[in-house]
């Protein structure tokens, strides 16, 4: 039985800190550090899951290549099943170059690559039946399961039984609510970052953000705030804004907003409280961006409980 399976983007990041300035044409600029990880929606959520000692399983596809090696062995090394990993020998696997800048914030430059390829018929529902939450991670960059293909697996996995959740990346194309609008209505937790969620409501505070989600069929809207931490609404009118944990300065904020997510699920998994979900979400949150690398930073449960307690309310 897995906890969690999260459907999505695979990626291989390779990561250049400190990018200040980029280098003119033809010119070369040194940096601190460039180094490689995995990266993508769903093997950044699926890894935290694993540290945090979740069961997880993870459904998407990579090319038959050395980054695509890379990823499957760090997935089974951190014990994320990957037996819905589909490997296409025609395409390449997703990569990106992670610019971080001396604030700790990030630009990227991405190829689509297998990604792009995925869709509804490469999902394993024998892998989904045997979940308790089926978890979208990556809806904008795959243009083959983005849209209708995604509604068809979250309806599907409804009609499962299971809880579906979903995360967005940035539409760099602009089409937002379009892509999003036939998956809305089997989404029971809902959680994109503040920018995305400007762009798909049409509205800059958090909860009238939130209220145009529910208003869609949503159950439960979660606004990731980043630094000022997360705003929770539910269908019912429960609503929480929690803030994040101290006065941290950010080494990296690669992967944030997915460890965000793998907190999130991991306290709906447990069956605790909106709140208790987002305060816990907060410190995965807070723990990702003390590290370099999307997961690197990803603590126990009991870590980040011990964390959690010494700033209690």
């Known amino acids: 039985m897995f906890d969690v399976t999260c459907v999505g983007i695979l990626v291989a990041d390779c990561i250049a800190k400190t990018v200040d300035k980029l280098p003119g044409r033809g010119k070369l600029a040194l940096v601190d550090q460039l180094q490689l990880y995995t990266g993508g929606c769903a093997v950044n959520s699926g890894i935290a899951l694993a540290r945090i000692g979740m069961n997880v399983a993870i459904i998407g596809k990579i090319g038959d290549d050395g980054f695509g090696k890379f990823i499957y062995s760090v997935l089974k090394d951190e014990k994320v099943n990957v037996d819905g990993l589909v490997v296409d020998p025609k395409s ?100 994109p970052s503040y920018e995305e969620a400007v762009q798909l409501s049409g509205k800059e505070k958090p909860e009238d953000i939130a209220d145009v989600f529910l208003s869609m069929g949503v159950k439960t809207a979660v606004v990731k705030l980043g630094k000022d931490g997360c705003f929770i609404k539910d269908s019912g009118g429960e609503k929480h804004t929690i803030p994040t944990y101290g006065d941290i300065k950010p080494i990296d904020t690669t992967g944030a907003g997915d460890c965000f997510a793998a907190g999130f699920l991991t306290g709906i998994a447990k069956g605790w409280s909106l709140y208790e979900c987002g305060k816990f979400a907060n410190a995965v949150g807070t723990h990702c961006v003390m590290a370099v690398g999307a997961t690197t930073g990803i603590k126990s449960l009991e870590e980040i409980k011990a964390f959690m307690a010494r700033y209690q309310d």
């Open 92 to 191: 390449s696997t997703s990569a990106s170059i992670v610019l971080v800048d001396s604030g700790g914030e990030r630009s990227f430059i991405h190829s689509l690559g297998a990604n792009a390829e995925f869709t509804d018929t490469d999902v394993a529902y024998d892998i989904i039946e045997k979940s308790k939450i089926v978890f979208v991670a990556g809806t904008m960059l795959m243009p083959n399961f983005d849209g209708e293909p995604c509604a068809r697996v979250l309806k599907r996995s409804k009609e499962m039984g299971k809880i579906t959740a979903l995360d967005t990346a940035w539409d760099s194309k602009g089409r937002w609510m379009k892509v999003l609008e036939p998956c809305m209505k089997h989404i029971d937790i809902f959680m």
